[in-house]
């Protein structure tokens, strides 16, 4: 080992190039180009972390996409609290524009109960009912995560309970917050992931939904929050993978606040690999309604720029992404904002986050 050691200032800068550029190549392939982005207006793949390179995305043989049913319309959104059931209405107007037939709820307060979700959720139509199904999540604390279908619902064991931080890591994690002085913080690690997944069951397609909230803060590569926003993101991928292997999973999707503020290390933790057909998921490349903003989280009136940190994650092996947008009430017209009852100056009461939109059809 020594002459090994000894011998390595000797390569060549080519040799060394020729070895990075190798690991790159087999790790790019191994978490099936977990990087890249499906834009829902032009349906062109770019890669997340450069806007100059392009990818070849022309598959070899033609794909095909069912028309069959109704498309899976998804509404995400970091509700931070209840105030969007003290509200039901501009919630039910939300809803209702997006056509949502998913909900993937985060950062839902514990206080909050189902018969309060059903009371601003739409009501009744005529050719679905009024049939929502509930999944309110266990773990998480005090932000919860909640998924609402209008199609039925299978519970998974994996997602069904307090999900623990891995030993291990959990008590490595305290012991960076306490040295940080977030020692009444560091309980939190016993509440669990702030994490919830179901099966939806979409006719003979079964839908993997998952609803994350990563760790807020810390922008510090090296900082103790994205330690554990990494931590956490290995244990939802690994959950994941227990589902898979388990039970039949036709499609997967991923959506919620996954605190982007350091690195998009967790994003590609998250995003695979997994086993075929889904191999790595990709982001959704979305924008407002008015085609020129990207952000998610409004930091305007803070020390923090307004940033993209909320997400939605999908395998584009099995489902494709047909339409999307981020639901800015600034964006809408004067008619439309007062149709729905939101007045967009104090929209911000509700959540800092806006409402991600995502439409997809089975492939």
Not at 178 to 199: E, F, M, P, Q, R
Not at 254 to 276: H, M, R
Not at 285 to 297: A, V
Request: charged share 25%.
């Amino acid at each position: 080992m020594d002459k090994i050691l000894f011998m390595l200032p000797v390569l060549s800068l080519n040799i060394i190039r020729r070895i990075s550029t190798m690991l790159l190549i087999l790790t790019v392939f191994l978490l099936g180009m977990p990087i890249t982005s499906v834009s829902a207006h032009d349906s062109e793949i770019s890669t997340s972390l450069s806007s100059k390179n392009s990818v070849d995305t022309k598959p070899h043989v033609e794909i095909q996409f069912s028309r069959t049913g109704d498309n899976i319309n998804v509404f995400s959104w970091n509700v931070s609290g209840d105030a969007f059931v003290k509200d039901p209405e501009v919630f039910k107007a939300l809803v209702t524009k997006a056509e949502a037939n998913i909900l993937l709820l985060d950062e839902v307060s514990p206080l909050t109960n189902e018969s309060q979700i059903h009371k601003a959720l739409p009501g009744m139509t005529l050719d679905k009912g009024n049939d929502w199904h509930i999944n309110f999540g266990t773990s998480g604390g005090r932000q919860r995560n909640v998924i609402i279908s209008r199609l039925p619902q299978e519970n998974l064991p994996e997602f069904s309970k307090i999900i623990p931080y891995p030993e291990f890591e959990k008590e490595r994690i305290r012991d960076r917050m306490i040295a940080a002085g977030k020692h009444k913080h560091s309980y939190g690690l016993d509440d669990g992931l702030a994490v919830n997944g179901v099966i939806i069951i979409d006719g003979e397609n079964r839908l993997l939904a998952v609803s994350s909230d990563l760790e807020c803060c810390g922008n510090d590569p090296g900082s103790w929050q994205e330690d554990k926003r990494r931590m956490e993101a290995r244990e939802i991928r690994r959950l994941i993978g227990k589902v898979i292997e388990r039970t039949q999973v036709d499609g997967i999707i991923l959506a919620g606040d996954l605190n982007l503020v350091s690195t998009v290390l967790p994003l590609i933790i998250l995003s695979g690999p997994y086993k075929k057909p889904h191999s790595g998921l990709i982001a959704a490349d979305l924008r407002h309604l008015d085609g020129k903003e990207t952000w998610t989280w409004d930091g305007r009136g803070t020390p923090f720029p307004s940033r993209v940190m909320d997400l939605v994650i999908y395998s584009p092996n099995t489902i494709h992404l047909s339409d999307g947008y981020i639901l800015d009430p600034e964006d809408l017209s004067p008619e439309e904002s007062k149709q729905m009852g939101i007045r967009p100056e104090t929209f911000s009461e509700l959540s800092e986050h806006l409402p991600v939109v995502t439409k997809f059809i089975w492939n």
